[in-house]
């Protein structure tokens, strides 16, 4: 019998990703260039906040797309001082798959745990890395994504 993350992985077709919402926001007491001087700890976040389901019929078809909505932030946290992120840059992205078949939340709770982040992953390095240069700062560096491996 498949396990629940088997049966969303032969199902599961990624359709499009989204940037959904975007936050970002620079201290105004620190310039851009001061932060070279700064002893500056970096901090994250990242997960499926929920996922809506949608029915689609094409004449005959029908299909479900499900839709993850997954959030990524990063920010500069000086190491010496309590309080407010120096930087920060979140954002929320609309993970789309399609499936001929209905899935159960089991399955899609399993998925969510690791695969969309994966899928994900690229466009967040991409829009922090592009926003850092928007913003007049050094590329904050954002790790490749590793699947845990433990559904396997």
């Avoid at 077709?13 to 940037?19: A, Y």
């Avoid at 990242?46 to 949608?54: A, F, L, Q, S, T």
């Amino acid at each position: 019998m498949p396990t629940d993350l088997e049966k969303a992985l032969s199902a599961l077709t990624v359709h499009e990703i989204r940037l959904r919402r975007a936050n970002i926001q620079l201290v105004d007491e620190l310039e851009p260039a001061e932060l070279k001087n700064q002893s500056m700890e970096v901090q994250g976040l990242r997960g499926v906040g929920k996922i809506k389901e949608i029915s689609l019929k094409e004449g005959e078809e029908e299909w479900w797309e499900y839709n993850f909505f997954y959030t990524a932030g990063v920010r500069l946290v000086d190491k010496e001082k309590a309080g407010e992120p120096a930087v920060e840059i979140q954002a929320t992205f609309n993970a789309l798959y399609r499936s001929r078949e209905k899935l159960e939340s089991g399955p899609l709770k399993s998925f969510s745990e690791e695969h969309v982040g994966y899928h994900v992953w690229p466009y967040w390095r991409e829009y922090v890395q592009s926003t850092c240069m928007r913003m007049g700062i050094a590329p904050i560096r954002i790790p490749l994504y590793r699947v845990s491996g433990k559904g396997d």
